[in-house]
């Protein structure tokens, strides 16, 4: 069983860091003058929305969402109406989040609120497909000793690579190098984007190497 979930979760991450990576070289074939640095906002937009499709996509295949209780049009409708307000939420926090630490309020408006977009989707709708809307959930798997399958605990490795990097791609910024990657905010979206590529690969295989001492209690 362990090997199963484990395997599967690396081919899904897979095929989430190749739509990555579609999301990048695709778009410089079709778009005239398209650049990770010289067109970002593109850039990013471009891999939020391949990241999402695909999230979506795997998560749902591999049947790792959440069960639905009831199986009315109505309620599903509600559940991904849920799911667009705390994807929205999510975004305006992150916004909030990245201008308390320095972020110019209005003549960068676009820029960080189109970081906190990526950053959205790469940890926040990963949370909605595996946790789906319910924000007790989403508390219980980030305290501590809270994950209570393997994908819990991908999910904490995921969303703390993520924002380490942007976190950690911060930094270049003040630095008087005068490169074109310490533009707001290429450093830290290609800090997140490491990060998260880095968590990735990092969750299936420190879930491998330390699946002995692994025990979840049951749900």
């Known amino acids: 069983m362990w090997d199963h979930e484990i395997k599967s979760m690396a081919s899904a991450h897979a095929i989430i860091a190749s739509a990555v990576f579609m999301a990048t070289v695709l778009p410089a074939v079709l778009v005239r003058g398209f650049s990770v640095y010289g067109t970002h906002l593109l850039w990013i937009y471009s891999v939020s929305a391949s990241v999402c499709a695909v999230n979506v996509a795997v998560f749902w295949l591999l049947g790792i969402s ?15 109406f849920r799911s667009c307000v705390y994807f ?44 789906g809307p319910n924000v007790q959930a989403w508390i219980r798997v980030f305290s501590r000793h809270g994950a209570m399958s393997v994908w819990d605990t991908c999910l904490q490795i995921t969303v703390i690579c993520t924002l380490v990097g942007a976190w950690v791609g911060a930094f270049p910024i003040p630095l008087d190098w005068d490169r074109q990657w310490q533009v707001w905010p290429v450093s830290c979206s290609l800090g997140a984007m490491i990060g998260f590529l880095t968590g990735l690969i990092a969750a299936p295989a420190w879930i491998h190497y330390h699946r002995k001492h692994l025990t979840y209690k049951c749900k």
């Open 66 to 80: 959440p069960p639905i209780k009831r199986h009315t049009l109505g309620y599903k409708l509600s559940r991904l």
């Open 88 to 131: 929205f939420l999510s975004c305006l926090f992150f916004h909030t989040v990245v201008v308390l630490y320095g972020a110019q309020l209005i003549e960068s408006a676009l820029e960080t609120f189109s970081l906190a977009v990526l950053l959205t989707s790469l940890t926040t709708l990963r949370c909605l497909c595996v946790l």
